[in-house]
C-alpha cells in the first residue's frame, strides 16, 4: 500500500502562484510514477501532469497542454514527495487537486493511478 497526503491548496488571485506537495509513504518503491490531477466541480478528473523515473534517477516529466509553460513538476527522493509548482494561475484553474502514484511508466489515463489522495482545493479568484 501507498499513502499520499496532499498540501499546501489555498486561494490566491489571478497571475499569482502556488505549490503543491505529496508526500508518500508505505510501498514508496513500487511506485515510478507519481502524477497530478484535478477536477472541477461537475467535471471530469482530468490530467495535470506526471513525474517518471527508470533506473532510480531517470525522470520523464509530461503536462496537460492547458499547463504546459506555467506547471512544474518535480520530486525529491530523500523526503517521498512530489512537487506542483503552479505560476500564473487563472480561475479555470480552480480545482481540487489531486496526487496520485502508479507501478508504471507515465500516465495521463486516471484509471491506470493505484494509489489517490484525499485531494487539496485550489481556488483562483479573478
Known amino acids: 500500500q501507498v499513502q499520499l497526503v496532499e498540501s499546501g491548496g489555498g486561494l490566491v488571485q489571478a497571475g499569482g502562484s502556488l505549490r503543491l506537495s505529496c508526500a508518500a509513504s508505505?510501498?514508496?518503491?513500487?511506485?515510478?510514477?507519481m502524477g497530478w490531477f484535478r477536477q472541477a466541480p461537475g467535471k471530469e478528473r482530468d490530467f495535470v501532469a506526471s513525474i517518471s523515473w527508470t533506473f532510480g534517477w531517470t525522470s520523464n516529466t509530461y503536462y496537460a497542454d492547458s499547463v504546459k509553460g506555467r506547471f512544474t513538476i518535480s520530486r525529491d527522493n530523500a523526503k517521498n514527495t512530489v512537487y506542483l509548482q503552479m505560476n500564473s494561475l487563472q480561475p479555470e484553474d480552480t480545482a481540487v487537486y489531486y496526487c496520485?502514484?502508479?507501478?508504471?511508466?507515465?500516465?495521463?489515463?486516471?484509471?491506470?493511478?493505484?494509489?489517490w489522495g484525499q485531494g487539496t482545493q485550489v481556488t483562483v479568484s479573478s
Open positions: 496520485a502514484a502508479r507501478a508504471g511508466s507515465g500516465s495521463k489515463l486516471p484509471y491506470e493511478y493505484d494509489y
Open positions: 508505505g510501498r514508496t518503491f513500487s511506485s515510478n510514477t
